[in-house]
């Protein structure tokens, strides 16, 4: 298969690796948002969030606390932030992945989110709520 991960866990490509078992690969993201920045992935192939095996999910969680706390030893960061982008524009490995990046004073990584609280009233919750358990049924 002609993706970049497949190639690193299998070792065609290489990386600078952080961890491995059996069901998951860690490694140093090539570009460093931050000092550490590690991405962790299932060993399966699985485009996105969208069909990852709960099995897979379970072995990148597992490990999740071990690593960002291996991080925070190694570089004592003031905090440390987990993101997973999921297909195009925001995904541009479709290997199914998190990102770890350990925060830093002044380390310039933005990751915004907007604050709509003040625009919403109670019944767009509810809206908002609905739509999620009609689908969650469904
Ligand atoms: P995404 O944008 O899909 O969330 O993140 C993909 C990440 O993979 C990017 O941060 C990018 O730097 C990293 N990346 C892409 N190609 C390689 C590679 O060949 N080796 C390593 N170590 N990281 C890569
Ligand atoms: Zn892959």
Avoid: W
Wanted: hydrophobic fraction near 40%.
């Amino acid at each position: 298969m002609d993706c970049i991960f497949c190639k690193i866990i299998e070792g065609t490509i290489p990386s600078y690796k952080v961890y491995e078992d059996d069901q998951v690969y860690a490694f140093l993201d090539i570009s460093q948002g931050t000092k550490g920045h590690t991405l962790v992935v299932p060993k399966n192939h699985s485009a996105s969030v969208f069909d990852l095996p709960e099995e897979d999910a379970k072995a990148i969680f597992r490990v999740v606390p071990k690593l960002s706390n291996t991080l925070k030893k190694a570089f004592n960061p003031i905090g440390l932030n987990i993101v997973s982008n999921n297909e195009k524009p925001y995904q541009t490995v479709d290997h199914f992945h998190i990102h770890l990046l350990p925060r830093y004073e002044d380390d310039e990584l933005v990751l915004s989110m907007i604050n709509r609280m003040n625009d919403l009233e109670q019944k767009d919750y509810v809206e908002v709520l609905d739509a999620i358990k009609v689908a969650m049924k469904a």
